[in-house]
């Protein structure tokens, strides 16, 4: 149950876009559309923003998009806003039937 | 509204117990799976534990199986999750969060509860 790899930061100005990727093993990532994405403020519960992969919940803005290639999701914000500064995370059902998550990404917006 | 609001949390002796509870309105919880994640201080998530909607499988992170079980009572509208022998290592935020059966997702969080594992 080896947590999924993200990026210990990332950072981006207001108007760009940035990418956080999220890298796992062929017994979760690779294995399953099954991967999700979380929002967290400092103090708060972690929000779901992207799940199966690349399907938004409703009230989430459309400058948030996910994708897959192999072993490895990603998380693109375009249009960066000062708001989007927060902790964001990775998530994906494994081939044990657990969940593991990534180690967590700080995006600062500049 | 949905809402989940956890409680049970303290500080606690290494080697002791603590019971968490999580307390659901606004859906039928007796559908959903449900489960635990914890933060420990300036961390990221860990997942810790999962029961399926009617009790009847329930999965744990290797870092706490044998100590922490989870249990819900449906009549209650409450999931728990019972820890024994904790560790300096099990101090964290723990939150409850529900996955809708088969989507794999976790839709709804609680505030979470701070448990402390110091002597």
């Known amino acids: 149950q080896s947590a999924l790899t993200q990026p210990a930061s990332v950072s981006g100005s207001p108007g760009q876009s940035i990418t956080i990727s999220c890298t796992g093993t062929s017994s979760d990532v690779g294995a399953y559309n099954y991967v999700s994405w979380y929002q967290q403020y400092p103090g708060k519960a972690p929000k779901l923003m992207i799940y199966?992969?690349?399907n938004r919940p409703s009230g989430v803005s459309n400058r948030f998009s996910g994708s897959k290639s192999g072993n490895t999701a990603s998380l693109t914000i375009s249009g960066l806003q000062a708001e989007d500064e927060a902790d964001y995370y990775c998530?994906?059902?494994?081939?044990?039937?657990?969940?593991?998550f990534g180690g967590g990404t700080k995006l600062t917006v500049l | 509204q949905v809402q989940l609001v956890d409680s049970g949390g303290g500080v606690v002796q290494p080697g002791r117990s603590l019971r968490l509870s999580c307390a659901a309105s606004?859906?039928?919880?007796?559908?959903?799976?449900m489960h635990w994640v914890r933060q420990a201080p300036g961390k990221g998530l860990e997942w810790v534990a999962l029961i399926w909607f009617d009790g009847s499988f329930k999965y744990y992170a290797d870092s706490v199986e044998g100590r922490f079980t989870i249990s819900r009572d449906n009549s209650k509208n409450t999931l728990y999750l019972q820890m024994n022998s904790l560790r300096a290592e099990d101090t964290a935020v723990y939150y409850c969060a529900r996955e809708t059966t088969v989507r794999y997702f976790f839709d709804c969080w609680g505030q979470g509860t701070l448990v402390t594992v110091s002597s």
């Open positions: 606004g859906f039928t919880f007796s559908t959903y799976g």
């Open positions: 998530s994906s059902y494994t081939s044990s039937s657990t969940r593991v």
């Open positions: 199966d992969v690349s």
